[in-house]
C-alpha cells in the first residue's frame, strides 16, 4: 500500500511475523540501512506495520517488490527464534524528580550553545563545554578511586586490528573509512583542479583514492587491547583510563545530540583475571551511583546488549544477555518520555584475551572489561532534565560550572 506527498512515497509493508515489542526499537534502528531510497522508517509500536518514507519519484510494482523483499529479510533473520531477553535493573532512580521537560535543542541551538556542521556533527559552545568538563571531572573521579593509569590513542584504528575482533562482521553497518588520494602526480593535480562539492559531496572519482587501510575509531578500550596483545600482561592486572572521539554512523538515525556520527567517549579500563574485572566493573557501578545522586541525573541502570548487525544480532544479543556482559545507565528524556543511554558497564569475558593472545601469568588468556561514558549524551540528557537556566541546577553542577 503506498500514497504519494510532496516529500516522496509513504509505503506501508506488514510484516510476515509480527514484530515483539522488544525488538521494536532494534528493528527500526536497522532499517536505516536497508536502502539508500528510505528518508525514514517507523515500526507501530504494536509490530505488525512498517512505514517507510521513500525518496523516488514514482511507485511501482517493482520499487514495492524490492524494499518488501528486503525488509522482510531483516524481520526474518532478526525476529524467527528469538526469545525475550530478562531485563535486570540494577538500580531504579527515573523518578527523581527533575524541573524540565522541553527538548533543550531548540533553545540549545539559539543561544549558539549548539551549532550544526553536518548530520550527526555538532560543535558545542562554552555552556555546554563546562557541563562536559564537569561531568569529566567525576569521571577522572572514578578513574583515581582505581588508580587507573592515564592514556591517550589515535582516533585512526588499522583495518586489520578491527578485523583482529570480528568488527567487521558485528558491526559493519556504523564503520566510518579513511582514505586519502592515491601517491600519483596526476591523480593529485586532477583533484587540485577539478574537485568540487555537489549535493551528494565531492565528486572526486572512487579510482582516486587509496585503498583503505584505516578507519575512523569507534571506540577507546580497543586501542588498549592492542597495545596489549601478543605479551603476558604485566603485573597480571591493569586498570587504565582514557577519552577519545569515536565514530559511529548510524544513518538517518543520527538526530540531534541524542545520536551523533562524531562523539566522545570517556572509559576506565580493567584488565586481569575474571574477579578482578566483574569485581572492579561492580565497584565502578557504586561508585557512579553516588556521583550520579549528586548530578541528580534521573536514570535506570539495566542490562542491554550492543546494536549488533541484523545477521549477528540474535545470537550475539542473547549471549550478552545470559552472560550479563552489559549494563546501560539509561538516562530519562522527560520530554519525549524515553530513556538515553548515556554510559555502560561492559565485562567482555575472555574475548580479547583470546583473540588478541594477552596472557596472565599463568598462561590464560586475560578477560576485560570497561565502563564507557558518551561525553555529548551526558550533557545532552542533564540538559533535558534540569534545562538551561544554571539557576534550576542541582548546586554541585551549578558551582562547578559557574565557579
Ligand atoms: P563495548 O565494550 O561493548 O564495546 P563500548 O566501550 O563500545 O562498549 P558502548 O556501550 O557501545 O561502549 O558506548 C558507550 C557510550 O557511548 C554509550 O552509552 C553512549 O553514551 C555513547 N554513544 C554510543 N554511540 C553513540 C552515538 N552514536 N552518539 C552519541 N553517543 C554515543
Ligand atoms: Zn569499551
Not at 512515497?9 to 514484530?19: A, F, H, R, S
Not at 588498549?224 to 586498570?239: E, M, T
Not at 584488565?271 to 550520579?292: I, T, W
Request: hydrophobic share 40%; aromatic share 10%; with cysteine.
Amino acid at each position: 500500500m503506498s500514497d504519494t506527498t510532496h516529500a516522496g512515497l509513504t509505503i506501508e509493508i506488514t510484516p510476515g511475523v509480527d514484530i515483539p515489542a522488544h525488538l521494536v526499537g532494534e528493528v527500526q534502528s536497522k532499517l536505516a540501512y536497508v536502502d539508500e531510497r528510505i528518508r525514514a522508517a517507523e515500526v507501530a509500536p504494536s509490530g505488525d506495520r512498517i512505514t517507510l518514507q521513500v525518496q523516488a519519484e514514482e511507485d511501482t510494482p517493482q520499487l514495492q517488490a524490492e524494499l518488501d523483499e528486503k525488509v522482510q529479510r531483516v524481520i526474518d533473520t532478526m525476529v524467527k527464534g528469538a526469545f525475550k531477553p530478562k531485563i535486570q535493573v540494577l538500580e531504579d532512580h527515573l523518578q527523581r524528580p527533575t524541573p524540565y521537560n522541553q527538548d533543550p535543542m531548540q533553545e540549545l541551538v539559539a543561544r549558539g550553545e549548539v551549532s550544526q556542521e553536518a548530520t550527526g556533527m555538532f560543535s558545542l559552545g562554552p555552556l555546554v563545554t563546562r557541563l562536559i568538563d564537569y561531568f569529566e571531572d567525576q569521571f577522572l573521579g572514578l578513574a583515581d578511586a582505581f588508580d587507573a593509569n592515564p592514556y591517550r590513542f589515535p582516533t585512526l584504528i588499522p583495518a586489520k586490528y578491527l578485523e583482529r575482533v570480528n568488527y567487521f562482521s558485528a558491526f559493519p553497518h556504523s564503520l566510518s573509512f579513511v582514505t586519502h588520494l592515491r601517491e600519483d602526480l596526476d591523480v593529485i593535480d586532477e583533484f587540485a583542479q577539478h574537485a568540487a562539492c555537489d549535493q551528494h559531496g565531492l565528486n572526486t572519482p572512487p579510482d582516486s583514492f587509496a585503498q583503505v587501510q584505516a578507519l575512523l575509531s569507534p571506540a577507546v578500550c580497543y586501542h588498549l587491547y592492542f597495545s596489549l596483545a601478543d605479551q603476558p600482561l604485566p603485573n597480571g592486572r591493569l586498570a587504565a583510563t582514557a577519552v577519545g572521539s569515536c565514530f559511529r554512523y548510524e544513518a538517518i538515525n543520527l538526530a540531534s545530540l541524542e545520536r551523533l556520527w562524531n562523539f566522545t567517549m570517556r572509559e576506565v579500563i580493567f584488565v586481569g583475571p575474571k574477579d578482578y574485572v566483574l569485581k572492579n566493573r561492580e565497584n565502578a557501578r557504586q561508585h557512579m551511583s553516588q556521583v550520579l545522586e549528586e548530578t541528580g541525573l534521573a536514570y535506570r541502570v539495566e542490562s542491554a546488549n550492543d546494536p549488533f548487525f541484523i545477521g549477528e544480532f540474535r545470537k550475539q544479543a542473547a549471549f550478552q544477555s545470559a552472560f550479563q556482559l552489559k549494563f546501560e545507565i539509561r538516562a530519562r528524556l522527560p520530554f519525549e518520555d524515553s530513556t538515553l543511554a548515556v554510559g555502560s558497564y561492559n565485562y567482555h569475558q575472555d574475548f580479547f584475551g583470546r583473540h588478541l593472545n594477552i596472557s596472565l601469568p599463568d598462561g590464560s588468556p586475560a578477560h576485560t572489561g570497561c565502563v564507557a561514558f558518551g561525553l555529548e549524551r551526558i550533557a545532552f540528557a542533564f540538559l533535558a532534565q534540569y534545562g538551561l537556566d544554571v539557576r534550576d541546577w542541582p548546586a554541585s553542577v551549578r558551582e562547578a560550572v559557574h565557579g
